[in-house]
């Protein structure tokens, strides 16, 4: 498969590393993981010792401080060797990335470096027995006494929930706000009040443990809470927005090792003297599964990265690094009246001085420009870029001494001929339907005619009657 041309240096290393531990160490496990529902804790330790478990992690916290399209690379090719260790390898990020955006200081540093070096797992807590999609009706409370938390409720389907150290856990401080009273909370298993559930027997992926948590009179301290009361719906929402395209991830990864398993027995099974493969009928089931695979890896991919450009990135001294192709450093769009004015869409290539436009703002490449926000006016949603003059500190006292002017007005001037040209038509219809409708009598009376003189023929010479 050729290499995917919108990869950066980092995300290519890191999948190399990824498929290389995954094919080598976690793939000849992976039927035993699931076989006998052990946990793969083995195989976590060596991604944490390798820097796989904190790829999100900021490095001053001892993470490599990439973003989610590095991530949901690694997630493919552990998924490509064992869907029970890519799921709970995935839910780190999704429990931990709420730790990186919204935790203090003293929380970071309590949980962020043992979980980036894998000695530590997290989970993810939201559902209810109650509360599944509908996250805002969870009925588990937490009121505050002091210096603590006291949680009361049940949770459900908590993946790693039996093995992890710290839980991202969700509460309401007050069920008659809604939303808008759901807080976040650490929540180590160690709590008095603390308790697992029923484990669940699941069809498959069967390595991954998911379990119910109850909290009796749960104590929380005040510092363990994710940012203010009422933030957490918000927490979880950017989490799980962070942390579903690892899924899809996941999904390609399973995928792709479906279609390699299938073109491997097309190879060796042998049917009338050829391998099942050279038969036209394999090749188009092969070809589809293909075809598939690389079109949601693409999209999943996209969809990555655009995660990435929203800003979201964990480790601020890497916005400004180089980064894939097609994937610009996310900047702030210009708010100067002069730029949104002859922001223009009819410059098909600013090349040499004008590419990238310079500002006194920074530099711009064509995806920043496409990124914005809506505010740069009719070119900017026909997806055109800016005009080259928005560099210069002139101001052109007419918009005709725009050099983009004439093909404005050539374009205006095609467009209303062609409208023109329907009303004409339009117009038009009405006039010729008479003439159409005298055209139609004419020929009847003179078939009428002819069916007369063909009934009563008249012999010359002869009187008519």
């Not at 009719?378 to 093909?407: F, L, V, W």
Request: with cysteine; proline share 6%.
């Amino acid at each position: 498969m050729r290499d995917a041309f919108w990869l950066g240096d980092d995300e290519r290393q890191t999948r190399e590393l990824a498929r290389a531990l995954a094919r080598e160490r976690i793939a000849p496990l992976a039927a035993q993981v699931d076989e006998t529902e052990s946990y793969p804790a083995e195989q976590l330790r060596l991604l944490g010792a390798q820097g796989l478990m904190g790829l999100y992690v900021p490095e001053a916290y001892g993470g490599a401080g990439l973003g989610a399209l590095a991530f949901c690379l690694a997630v493919e090719e552990i998924a490509w060797a064992c869907a029970s260790t890519a799921v709970i390898y995935l839910v780190q990020y999704a429990a931990g990335y709420p730790l990186v955006s919204h935790g203090t200081e003293a929380q970071k540093r309590r949980y962020l470096p043992r979980l980036a070096a894998g000695e530590i797992t997290c989970a993810l807590s939201i559902s209810e027995p109650g509360a599944g999609s509908d996250a805002a009706s969870m009925t588990t409370t937490a009121v505050r006494h002091g210096d603590r938390y006291v949680l009361n409720g049940t949770k459900m389907w908590v993946t790693n929930g039996s093995h992890a150290s710290v839980l991202t856990l969700f509460a309401t401080v007050d069920r008659g706000r809604g939303h808008k009273g759901v807080t976040a909370f650490l929540v180590e298993p160690t709590f008095p009040g603390f308790a697992f559930g029923k484990l669940e027997r699941k069809m498959g992926i069967r390595g991954s443990p998911t379990v119910a948590i109850h909290l009796a009179d749960c104590e929380v301290p005040v510092e363990n809470r994710l940012g203010a009361e009422g933030e957490g719906f918000r927490v979880a929402l950017r989490a799980l927005d962070r942390s579903r395209p690892a899924v899809g991830a996941q999904a390609v990864g399973i995928a792709q090792a479906a279609l390699d398993a299938a073109v491997g027995y097309a190879k060796e099974r042998r049917q009338f003297g050829q391998p099942i493969g050279a038969f036209q009928g394999i090749q188009f089931m092969l070809a589809d599964m293909a075809m598939a695979v690389l079109s949601r890896r693409a999209l999943h991919a996209r969809r990555e990265d655009h995660a990435d450009l929203r800003g979201h990135e964990p480790d601020p001294a890497h916005r400004d690094r180089p980064r894939a192709r097609g994937a610009p450093p996310v900047v702030e769009p210009p708010t100067s009246p002069n730029v949104r004015k002859w922001h223009c869409a009819c410059n098909p290539l600013l090349t040499g001085e004008h590419s990238p436009i310079t500002t006194h703002r920074g530099s711009w490449n064509e995806a920043a420009l496409r990124f914005d926000r809506g505010g740069f006016g009719d070119g900017a949603r026909r997806g055109g870029r800016p005009c080259a003059r928005a560099e210069h500190d002139h101001q052109p006292e007419r918009e005709s001494e725009h050099r983009c002017e004439p093909e404005r007005r050539r374009r205006r001037q095609r467009q209303q001929q062609r409208e023109w040209s329907v009303h004409d038509a339009a117009d038009a219809e009405p006039e010729r339907e008479p003439q159409r409708q005298r055209e139609r009598i004419r020929q009847r009376e003179h078939e009428r005619q002819g069916q007369r003189e063909h009934r009563h023929p008249v012999a010359v010479g002869q009187p008519a009657w």
